[in-house]
């Protein structure tokens, strides 16, 4: 079985530029999560995606979005990027349903560079 | 909110020891889940152990196991016979019994000397 599969690896953007990063989930599993870790903030969740709706979302400002497809694949756009954003992004996802048993899988990442 | 608190921001530990990584948090929730991920350089988070905040029983796998203390609202990780493939940031993590989102702590680097 496939892991989840983030694309690109690396990416680098400028200032005022838009980007849009990609995650595809394991097979079967709805629920597709996006984290941003920074060496200064850490690890921040983002917003996760169930089912095409948005369940989830965290502290960050509107030109961070997402979406989510039928086949469950999830794109993550930012807008007007700045020098902050520069950060690697994770996805992770799970079955989307809530259970005891219930465990994320995460892609390997997308670092994003703005200059 | 939820806050996660790892105060070691580094920890060594000889090949074949034993060494124990600290987690605090805080909460109002009676009900929630804490993790432990691995971070090893590929950046993959791998989930090394969970623990329910309902199970009195500490969780283990394998040479990793926790003390979870809820009233002191701490999880500290012990790995066993530590290996070099161990080296790697270690998060300790929070999530409500609903929804998928994690809150991680600052991480602690985990060097294995040979």
């Known amino acids: 079985k496939a892991g989840v599969t983030q694309t690109p690896r690396y990416l680098i953007k400028t200032r005022g530029q838009q980007v849009t990063l990609s995650c595809s989930p394991i097979s079967g599993h709805r629920s597709v999560s996006w984290y941003q870790q920074t060496p200064g903030q850490g690890l921040q969740f983002l917003f996760e995606?169930?089912?095409?709706?948005?369940?989830n979302k965290g502290n960050f400002p509107g030109r961070f979005s997402g979406r989510q497809f039928s086949n469950s694949r999830s794109e993550m756009n930012v807008s007007t990027l700045e020098l902050g954003d520069s950060a690697l992004y994770l996805c992770?996802?799970?079955?989307?349903?809530?259970?005891?048993?219930?465990?994320?899988?995460f892609g390997s990442g997308t670092q994003l560079s703005v200059l | 909110a939820q806050t996660v608190t790892q105060s070691q921001p580094e920890m060594s530990v000889q090949e074949a020891e034993t060494v124990t990584l600290s987690c605090t948090y805080d909460t109002s929730e009676s009900d929630y889940y804490l993790f432990w991920y691995k971070q090893p350089p590929s950046r993959q988070m791998i989930l090394v152990i969970r623990?329910?905040?309902?199970?009195?029983q500490n969780a283990t796998e394998n040479r990793f196991s926790v003390n979870f203390q809820k009233a002191a609202k701490s999880f500290s990780l012990k790995i066993s016979d530590s290996q070099l493939g161990d080296a790697a940031m270690y998060f300790c993590a929070f999530a409500l019994e609903y929804g998928n989102k994690l809150v991680f702590g600052a991480g602690t680097i985990l060097r294995v000397k040979s």
């Open positions: 623990q329910e905040a309902y199970k009195q």
């Open positions: 992770a996802s799970s079955q989307g349903v809530i259970a005891t048993n219930e465990k994320l899988f």
């Open positions: 995606y169930f089912s095409e709706t948005q369940r």
